[in-house]
């Protein structure tokens, strides 16, 4: 069973991914979940595998259109504000066939009681978006880019990625805290129309509209 401890420390995610893969006979340094991630650098990304609640296995070229975005999340983590705030950003993007949007978690789930939680993690959330989960951690480990001799830099869990045509990768982004709706979708669409554009796309979405002051009664 999934557990949402309130901890935001990337190191107490490595930690519980690290300790069911150690074993008495396992040498020291198979133990470190930092090695472990960075080992599983993908050499093909469009061949990702994502692995769906109902077991299946697919891959982020397979699921991905011109330009994806994907919300990494872990359900040890808090808040998930970029999923909170994701449901402004997919109202603005209704209506565009090349931008897609999806979560995917970094716990591993393997039940159907895990895949339970997640979903009541993000409904909580007031989003219910496509949900894969990174079983391998092969897109963890693609977007902090190739391991390196000697490498110690700490891993990150961005707010977003972007991904074009499924193979690669455009940008990842953290989130600022004092977001509100209006300056998230609005920094958000300039992200994604600098991706289409990169991408080759002519079409892109609509700017963020603003905000309109209500009418009063004369």
Same mark, same amino acid.
């Given at each position: 069973?999934?557990?949402?401890?309130?901890?935001?420390?990337?190191?107490?995610?490595?930690?519980?991914?690290?300790?069911?893969?150690?074993?008495?006979?396992?040498?020291?340094?198979?133990?470190?979940?930092?090695?472990?991630?960075?080992?599983?650098?993908?050499?093909?990304?469009?061949?990702?595998?994502?692995?769906?609640?109902?077991?299946?296995?697919?891959?982020?070229?397979?699921?991905?259109?011109?330009?994806?975005?994907?919300?990494?999340?872990?359900?040890?983590?808090?808040?998930?504000?970029?999923?909170?705030?994701?449901?402004?950003?997919?109202?603005?993007?209704?209506?565009?066939?090349?931008?897609?949007?999806?979560?995917?978690?970094?716990?591993?789930?393997?039940?159907? *009681?895990?895949?339970?939680?997640? @979903? #009541?993690? /993000?409904?909580?959330? &007031? =989003?219910?978006?496509?949900?894969?989960?990174? $079983? !391998?951690?092969?897109?963890?480990?693609?977007?902090?880019?190739?391991?390196?001799?000697?490498?110690?830099?700490?891993?990150?869990?961005?707010?977003?990625?972007?991904?074009?045509?499924?193979?690669?990768?455009?940008?990842?982004?953290?989130?600022?805290?004092?977001?509100?709706?209006?300056?998230?979708?609005? *920094?958000?669409?300039?992200?994604? @129309? #600098?991706? /289409?554009?990169?991408? &080759? =796309?002519?079409?892109?979405?609509?700017?963020? $509209? !603003?905000?309109?002051?209500?009418?009063?009664?004369?």
């Amino acid at each position: 069973m999934l557990r949402l401890p309130s901890c935001s420390a990337i190191a107490v995610l490595l930690a519980s991914l690290g300790a069911g893969a150690q074993t008495s006979s396992a040498p020291p340094q198979a133990a470190n979940p930092e090695t472990q991630v960075r080992q599983a650098y993908p050499a093909e990304p469009a061949r990702i595998p994502l692995t769906a609640p109902d077991g299946t296995t697919t891959t982020l070229g397979a699921v991905a259109p011109r330009v994806l975005l994907v919300a990494p999340f872990t359900s040890r983590f808090g808040d998930l504000a970029e999923l909170k705030l994701a449901p402004h950003l997919l109202q603005a993007l209704q209506g565009q066939k090349d931008v897609a949007f999806i979560a995917l978690n970094v716990d591993r789930p393997g039940s159907p *009681e895990d895949w339970s939680v997640l @979903r #009541e993690v /993000l409904q909580e959330r &007031g =989003v219910d978006p496509r949900l894969y989960s990174d $079983a !391998r951690l092969a897109f963890f480990a693609w977007v902090n880019g190739p391991p390196e001799p000697g490498q110690r830099e700490m891993l990150r869990l961005p707010s977003l990625a972007i991904v074009l045509d499924g193979q690669r990768l455009h940008g990842v982004y953290g989130l600022d805290p004092s977001a509100t709706p209006e300056t998230y979708v609005a *920094e958000r669409l300039a992200q994604v @129309r #600098e991706a /289409l554009k990169a991408a &080759g =796309v002519t079409s892109a979405p609509a700017k963020a $509209a !603003r905000k309109r002051a209500p009418k009063t009664a004369p």
